[in-house]
């Protein structure tokens, strides 16, 4: 059986929320129904010390807009465990980010998805991006470490290289980045979402952004739908490090990783839909019942097994890294067809295909039902690879689109983060089979 090993929380405490981004997973906004007491979120926190959690996220919706938040920060903090948050940073006061400071918040991660027209149109509010700045200054002023967050989609990813340029400057210590993915409001506003072959234009601006970060001494972390046995995996996934086995190792959900809804569900990771990985409510079970007993937190418990690799279908189920990938993100692969275990967003999958000739599109199926964290249903379409753009497509991504601030043009003409360079290249062996990652040698 699989190690197991739950250490790390992503607790959304609240559902309310000031802001109302087109791609919000959860559709936050108002309050979630039935949302755990005081004394109900105090007692979750005994229980996670008990059962070993050692670190916890607080998330939102927007958590600050929770009365009584601080007292959960404290409670968490006073436990042994670490307490950190992410938040759209929107009305955050320099004495706010002192009371954080003081509830023993250790770490915070403010959400910037572009510049600021891009920002604003994405989080559906006018100033989330000076605020989100703003909180930053007021964060590093008390002395509480900053790193941000950033969504990759059709309007943010030709700004990308200017938006870590930003964040940069703002004094971001770690930069987290993810896909977009079609679940809650994103499922609504699927024409902001790459297709799969527009990674084929997208890895290598992150690779050469990524480079630039590390030699800056921003760590990059790759979120879980970024990558996959690409030349660029070692990059990506190493956070800075040369570790040959720094790669893509299957979903984490209910193996390292647990995600809280603000009415005491329980998941085995916070961006799984609600209906299909609930494994109990806190309400009704213990969290130790729930992690122990439950199958929605037990499904990756045969991942080194022929169980590993059973619900693959698909490109998936025929790939030479299957059993290590096991089809990527979970929470992915679900949002676009309604199950697990087929992921079109691989980097690996889309060069396979284009050196045949061939490219994947993803056109919706079946609504979304307007709940928190609901899915639709998309389907694919195989096509050649030179198959002009859709008519009713004006978002598309390519690399021509791509904004390249003058040091970035400057750092190429030098060969910095270049392919010529052989960071992320073919030649570098990285997700080859001739460097043994991911290989059965």
């Given at each position: 059986m699989t190690y197991r090993r739950i250490s790390y929380a992503v607790w959304e405490i609240t559902l309310k929320c000031n802001l109302a981004c087109q791609h919000c997973g959860s559709r936050a906004g108002h309050t979630r129904a039935k949302e755990l007491s005081t004394e109900e979120a105090l007692d979750l926190v005994r229980q996670m010390a008990e059962v070993g959690i050692t670190e916890v996220t607080l998330i939102g919706g927007e958590a600050f807009l929770r009365p009584?938040?601080?007292?959960?920060?404290?409670?968490?903090?006073?436990?042994?465990?670490?307490?950190?948050?992410?938040t759209g940073g929107f009305g955050i006061s320099l004495e706010t980010a002192r009371r954080m400071k003081e509830a023993g918040i250790r770490v915070v991660s403010v959400s910037v998805d572009g510049l600021e027209a891009t920002h604003d149109r994405l989080r559906g509010r006018k100033g989330?991006?000076?605020?989100?700045?703003?909180?930053?200054s007021h964060l590093q002023e008390v002395g509480i470490p900053f790193g941000c967050n950033t969504q990759i989609?059709?309007?943010?990813?030709?700004?990308?290289?200017?938006?870590y340029q930003l964040l940069r400057d703002a004094g971001i210590f770690a930069w987290q980045?993810?896909?977009?993915?079609?679940?809650?409001?994103?499922?609504?506003?699927?024409?902001?979402?790459?297709?799969?072959?527009?990674?084929?234009?997208?890895y290598p601006m992150i690779a050469r952004v990524v480079e630039r970060a590390y030699s800056e001494g921003v760590k990059v972390?790759?979120?879980?739908?970024?990558?996959?046995?690409?030349?660029?995996?070692?990059?990506?996934?190493?956070?800075?490090?040369?570790?040959?086995?720094t790669f893509w190792?299957?979903?984490?959900?209910?193996?390292?990783?647990?995600?809280?809804?603000?009415?005491?569900?329980?998941?085995?990771c916070p961006s799984l839909p609600t209906s299909a990985y609930t494994g109990g409510n806190i309400r009704d079970h213990s969290l130790r019942t729930i992690i122990e007993e439950t199958e929605e937190l037990r499904f990756n418990l045969g991942a080194d097994t022929p169980k590993g690799t059973s619900h693959l279908w698909g490109f998936c189920k025929t790939c030479e890294f299957a059993e290590l990938c096991r089809g990527g993100c979970s929470w992915t692969a679900h949002v676009f067809f309604d199950r697990r275990g087929n992921n079109p967003y691989c980097h690996h999958r889309a060069l396979t295909q284009a050196s045949q000739g061939i490219r994947e599109r993803v056109v919706p199926k079946v609504k979304a039902q307007g709940l928190p964290f609901d899915n639709g249903e998309f389907e694919i379409i195989?096509?050649?690879?030179?198959?002009?753009?859709?008519?009713?497509?004006?978002?598309?991504?390519?690399?021509?689109?791509?904004?390249?601030?003058?040091?970035?043009?400057?750092?190429?003409?030098?060969?910095?983060?270049?392919r010529e360079s052989g960071v992320g290249s073919r030649e570098s062996g990285v997700g080859s089979r001739e460097s043994g990652v991911g290989s059965r040698e």
């Open positions: 009584d938040w601080l007292e959960i920060a404290k409670a968490i903090t006073d436990a042994g465990m670490v307490c950190g948050m992410t989330s991006w000076q605020w989100a700045f703003k909180t930053m989609n059709r309007l943010s990813a030709p700004e990308f290289p200017q938006i980045i993810q896909l977009t993915v079609p679940m809650g409001n994103a499922a609504d506003n699927y024409d902001i979402l790459l297709q799969p072959y527009e990674l084929l234009d997208l972390q790759a979120g879980n739908n970024v990558g996959y046995y690409g030349p660029y995996e070692r990059l990506l996934r190493g956070k800075g490090d040369t570790n040959p086995w190792q299957g979903c984490q959900a209910g193996l390292s990783t647990l995600g809280i809804e603000a009415d005491g569900a329980i998941k085995g195989e096509e050649p690879i030179n198959t002009p753009w859709p008519n009713n497509d004006p978002l598309h991504f390519s690399a021509d689109r791509i904004q390249w601030s003058g040091d970035f043009l400057r750092s190429r003409e030098q060969g910095v983060g270049s």
